[in-house]
Each structure stands twice: as C-alpha cells, then as structure tokens.
C-alpha cells in the first residue's frame, strides 16, 4: 500500500508504523521458521533412508518412515517451523513470508554437506549470499498489508473469478500429476513430485493465511468462529497440508534432498507470490519502484538457489527400478568350450536372474 493510503488506513501517521512493527513481526518469523524447516529436511532424509535400509521406501510407496523415530523427530521440528510460517502470516504479507523460506535452503545445504555427505562446492555458498542478499531486499521493499475485517471478507476475495480461476488450474494440474505422471514418471522425474507439492502448496499458503486471520481477530474480540468459510479454510488447509507430506517424502526419499530443497523453493514461491497476487492484492497501490524491487529481490533469491541447486552433485541413491527382473523372453550367447551359442526366444529363462544394472542399459 502507498503511505497515504497505509495512514488512512490506520486512521493516521501511526498505521504506517504499525504496519511496519507487523512486518517485522513476520519477518523474524519467517527466519525462525526458515532455520527450523531446513533442519527438519536433513533429520527426515537420514529418518527416511533408515527406513528405507530396513524395508520398503517411500519413494515406492512404503511407509515404513512411520515406526522410524528420527523421521517424527524431523516432522516435529517441521512442524514448529510451520507453526512460526502460520503465524508469520498473521502479521505480514506471503509476497514478504514466502520468499524467505529461501533460508531454510542455506540451513539444508550447509546441514546436508557435514551429515549427509552431498557435498556443498565453493560455487555454492555464492548461492547462500545471493539467497541472504535477495532475502533482505524483498524484507526492506515488502507489502504493507491491511488485515482483513472478518473471514467473510477474505470468502469474497477467494470466490473473486481471478482467483477461482487460478484454484481450479491449480486443482486439474494436481491431479494430472498425481494420477497420471506420478506412476510413470515419479521415479524419474524430480518435476512430478516437486510439482504436486508447489501447486498444492500454494493453496495451502492462501488457506492457511485465512485461518491465521481469523484467529488473530478472534483473539482480538471479533470471535470468527461463527462463519462457516473459517472451517472450510481449516478443512482445505489440512487436506492440501497431508497431500503436500506425502510427495515431499516420497521427493526426499527418491532424489538428493539438495536438489529437493531448491526446486521446490523455487516452484512454491513463485506460485505462492502469484495466488497471493491475485488473491490478497498484494501489489495493489504500491509504486512502480517497489514492486520492481520486490522482484529484483524475488529474482535475485531464485539465482542463489539455482546456483546452489547447479554445484551440488548427483544423488546416488539407488533407484526402485535399478534391481528388477529381466523380460521373460530375450536372446543372449554363452561361451563354453570354444564354442558360441545362442538362447532361443522360447526357452524360459530362471525367474530368480537379475539385472544389476538399469534395463535401459541392455541393447
């Protein structure tokens, strides 16, 4: 909001002051909540490949990461940095929250090159400095952002068609990822999995904003508990919370948890910024400059992490597929006594052989 506009809503000089307190409020949130979620992802990776030594994986369908203690000792650190995000919403605009999750990679990347061994290059820590930098202009150029009346209000700023257009988009490519892709590309493809929890996940963002909205204006007095659209929000946050766990498991189990953490910032974020664009009118009545800053400082955040993403080395985790059996019928030659001799198509081959390679290695 412009500053003339942001005194006239605080009904004076001093709203633009208490904006600016909320802001900070939710930044500083927004840090803690970051240091926490970077943590969580180094604990469930060593929580899920434990589980994975032990039985079947995640990233094909196990849930043997549930009797492992270190991967609900990482869901309970994320959980309090998802408590702090929660909050930090209630305070300050998801165009200034969102992007600052890009710490939570600084904390992954430095976390995954001492425990887990995926090595962090030189190169790399030029990505943290571009996140910190990127970080701290979109913080001094942020949003300032009137809070909603009542969730009503908010109800007739998600039913705006902008929005339900956005909604539905996000919903059908959801679903097109998970019923078609996620079976036959998830195990190959980091984009399925990254890409079910970014689009979900920015209706998570919105959702759990409305609910953070109205618990800040019940404890203020004005009780929200009475609309039916504050249970609709909880429900929708919930339900796209729980679909977002299940494929980032199955992301952390089946791909390098640093190639993890900086795709799916990425995607989040810029999905997040564009539903609350188009939602909550961040951008609304601020000035060219600021809105221009705002992105050089989005953009600046994006480059660190596709530096960081670009220097980290491949995951070397096996693959479900890289032990399979071989087809039942194949040509191949044995070499005995001197002489070379071909197995027919018709004859069975033992169903215990394997391959130790990936099939599509055998010509």
Not at 40 to 45: A, D, E, G, N, P
Request: proline share 4%; with cysteine; glycine share 10%.
């Amino acid at each position: 909001m412009s500053p003339d506009a942001t005194g006239e809503a605080g009904g004076g000089g001093g709203g633009g002051g208490d904006l600016f307190a909320a802001n900070l409020k939710g930044s500083l949130l927004a840090v803690a909540s970051s240091a926490f979620i970077g943590v969580s992802f180094i604990v469930k990776k060593k929580g899920l490949l434990r589980a994975g030594a032990a039985g079947s994986r995640a990233g094909v369908g196990g849930y043997g990461y549930l009797l492992e203690p270190l991967w609900w000792v990482g869901m309970v650190t994320m959980l309090v940095g998802e408590i702090a995000n929660f909050i930090a919403y209630m305070f300050a605009p998801a165009v200034l929250v969102t992007p600052l999750g890009a710490l939570s990679i600084i904390v992954s990347a430095v976390l995954a090159h001492f425990t887990l061994n995926e090595k962090l290059q030189r190169v790399g820590v030029l990505g943290c400095v571009l996140c910190i930098v990127g970080s701290t202009v979109i913080i001094l150029h942020a949003p300032q952002e009137r809070t909603p009346s009542s969730v009503d209000e908010i109800w007739h700023l998600a039913i705006q068609p902008d929005f339900l257009c956005y909604a539905t988009a996000a919903v059908a490519v959801s679903l097109f990822l998970m019923i078609y892709c996620a079976p036959r590309y998830g195990q190959m493809n980091i984009m399925v999995y990254v890409g079910i929890c970014s689009v979900i996940g920015s209706l998570t963002v919105m959702s759990i904003k409305a609910v953070g909205i109205a618990i800040k204006l019940t404890i203020e007095g004005i009780n929200q508990a009475g609309y039916f659209q504050t249970w609709l929000f909880a429900v929708i946050s919930i339900t796209c919370m729980a679909v977002q766990l299940v494929y980032l498991n199955k992301a952390l189990d089946t791909f390098n948890a640093a190639v993890v953490s900086p795709i799916y910032y990425a995607m989040f974020t810029t999905l997040t910024i564009l539903a609350s664009a188009i939602m909550f009118k961040d951008w609304s009545g601020q000035s060219a400059s600021k809105i221009a800053s705002e992105i050089c400082g989005f953009l600046t955040v994006l480059a660190g992490t596709l530096v960081l993403h670009s220097t980290r080395e491949p995951d070397q985790t096996l693959s479900a597929d890289l032990y399979a059996p071989l087809p039942p019928k194949i040509y191949w030659h044995i070499q005995g006594n001197g002489d070379i001799g071909k197995q027919k198509e018709d004859d069975s081959l033992p169903c215990d052989i394997i391959t130790v390679m990936r099939q599509d290695y055998f010509v």
